[in-house]
């Protein structure tokens, strides 16, 4: 892919590639008022700390500069921190969150953005509307998730700021009920993304090799790269985990499940920062 000469700090020159950096937001315990999944109980803080610990020292054990932020609002899914911004290899852009009550994250996000050096690409600007866990670059490609949040106008704003960066955009559509596309649909190499069944329009992804799991482990798609074909992911979805390992997918299995039952992944938990 033909990329821009960058200046200041290389951020994510790939999609896929070694992990070196990464933000993430420890839960706060506003995380019990959350509104579950249906089917599953609510979060406990407790629990949801101890989860959060094991991330931040999973990618700290795999070279991984993982920054753990305190939180700072009131909002339940504020440890879904991937929401907030983006990076490519020139800078992050920032997103404008479609629930009211986490606008203010973005803004935080933005502090740190300055403290850490991480220059900035842009910004979803207003009336648009558009939350990170919808965005997912593989290779040349930035897939949009289009479902519940966001709306067209962010979606076309972010599509812009994409094409100047090399990105190809393809619009995903995502069933009723999928929290994120990452939640859904994740890459494991720059030429195979894993899709959970029936939750995201698996045609979207032609021309890549796709690893579709089964019904009722669809979230087990939400995985986080930490290199080509080399995953978290979260313990629980023993199925899906057994089929990504026999697609030659090393996957280290963590229990997350305490943000499972509020719709969030590993690759959600993630706010990446840096990748070669």
Partial sequence: MSRP??????????????????????PSRAIESATPLPGEPGAVYAWALEQHATLCKTL?????????????GLDPYEASVGDAAIAFEDGAVLMRLSALSRRAEVDRIEADFARLDVPLAGHVAAPGLLDGNDLLLVGETAFVGVGSRGNDVG???FAQLARAHGYRVVEVKLAPDAPALRAVAG??????????????????????????????????????????????????????????????????????????????????????????
């Fill in 155 to 157: 979606r076309k704003g």
């Fill in 187 to 276: 890459a494991v190499s720059e030429d195979t993304i894993v899709v959970g069944a029936d939750k995201a329009d698996a045609s979207a992804f032609e021309g890549f090799t796709t690893i579709s799991l089964e019904r009722g482990e669809a979230q087990a798609a939400g995985v986080l790269v930490l290199d080509e074909r080399h995953v978290i992911a979260d313990i629980r979805y023993r199925t899906s985990l057994g089929a990504m390992r026999r697609a030659g997918i090393t996957v280290e299995a963590i229990d997350l499940y305490e943000f499972a039952k509020l719709g969030m992944t590993p690759s959600m938990l993630t706010l990446v920062l840096r990748r070669d």
């Fill in 60 to 72: 700290q054990y795999f070279g991984v500069e993982a920054i753990a932020i305190e939180p700072r």
């Fill in 5 to 26: 000469i960058a200046f200041g700090p290389r951020l994510a020159a790939s999609g896929t590639g070694t992990l070196l950096s990464a933000v993430l937001m420890r």
